[in-house]
């Protein structure tokens, strides 16, 4: 099947989506005693896993240059991952999720830097009602703001995000993308591993089991396996500003999600900033100049 640009914006938003819940399952996860680095292992393990079991024959053809690409993709996702799960500790899912997706304003100035990718206008207003449309959302406006210890982490997870998704759209163009989505799990599951072994010593005792198993397998097939795969799938497929614009819907969906489980309360503010969230994509999907010149064209013929 072709993957043209609006399919492909489809499946970012499916990954958005699922991404929006992540914020609250790991919220839960770690209510459950399960600490960030083991959350990474585990989510990173179950993903490699799938991974292989569907996309073996590719998996074993795997060049050097294959390899060196999804460690690169690997140490920006795992940043952006390991730095999310851990500020999650410290504040809401809805102020992470809100802090988190604005790395929607660094993606087009990381693309013009490396890739020398123009900086357009719309590009600039479309930002300015995203980031308008969540300020609103999380009612930070209306409240003194103070920048803790889960703020912190979650912001260094949108520098992060921002470096992940310009690299997943402009520098993994010939790679295949069960490669990359397998190195992204591979480098995870180290990381992870690490973290939770040589940092986070005898958590392991501490992990509530019957509450921390079913978030934990959501964060690994749904969130990582599903979602990850879409997203270097799509993002092949469309440009890294669009995409960056579409996932922000994250902070939307994480919002919602955060209200249905009683993280937050549900108020007019979620819904006139997700409104400005969509007015902010349709800015940016659309092609004024086009529309433009086809109604001139109309206008000629009457």
């Not at 304003?105 to 719309?122: E, N, R, T």
Request: one cysteine or more.
């Amino acid at each position: 099947m072709t993957i043209t640009r609006s399919i492909a914006n489809a499946l970012l938003l499916l990954t958005a989506v699922f991404w929006g819940s992540a914020s609250v399952v790991i919220k839960i996860a770690l209510d459950a005693n399960a600490s960030p680095g083991f959350i990474n292992f585990f989510r990173g393990f179950l993903f490699a896993l799938l991974i292989l079991i569907f996309f073996y024959k590719k998996i074993v053809k795997m060049t050097f240059k294959d390899f060196k690409i999804g460690l690169i993709a690997g140490f920006l996702n795992f940043g952006g991952y390991i730095t999310q799960t851990i500020g999650v500790q410290y504040t809401t899912p809805s102020n992470s999720s809100f802090i988190a997706a604005t790395y929607v304003v660094v993606i087009p100035f990381i693309a013009w830097a490396i890739y020398g990718k123009k900086l357009q206008l719309k590009s600039f207003v479309s930002i300015f009602f995203c980031l308008l449309g969540m300020t609103i959302l999380t009612g930070i406006v209306n409240e003194s703001l103070t920048i803790n210890i889960g703020d912190s982490y979650s912001f260094i997870c949108a520098l992060f995000y921002a470096a992940t998704i310009v690299y997943l759209s402009y520098g993994v163009k010939s790679t295949d993308v069960s490669i990359v989505a397998f190195m992204l799990a591979v480098v995870q599951t180290i990381g992870g591993l690490f973290i939770c072994t040589f940092m986070e010593p005898g958590k392991l005792t501490e992990i509530e089991w019957s509450h921390a198993i079913v978030p934990l397998l959501y964060i690994g097939i749904i969130c990582s396996f599903v979602g990850q795969t879409l997203q270097v799938l799509a993002q092949k497929h469309t440009s890294a500003t669009s995409a960056g614009l579409i996932m922000m819907l994250e902070g939307v969906f994480g919002s919602v999600f955060s209200v249905a489980f009683g993280f937050d309360t549900f108020t007019v503010k979620l819904v006139i900033g997700g409104i400005l969230i969509m007015l902010s994509i349709m800015v940016m999907e659309l092609d004024f100049k086009q529309i433009l010149i086809k109604n001139k064209e109309q206008l000629r013929k009457y």
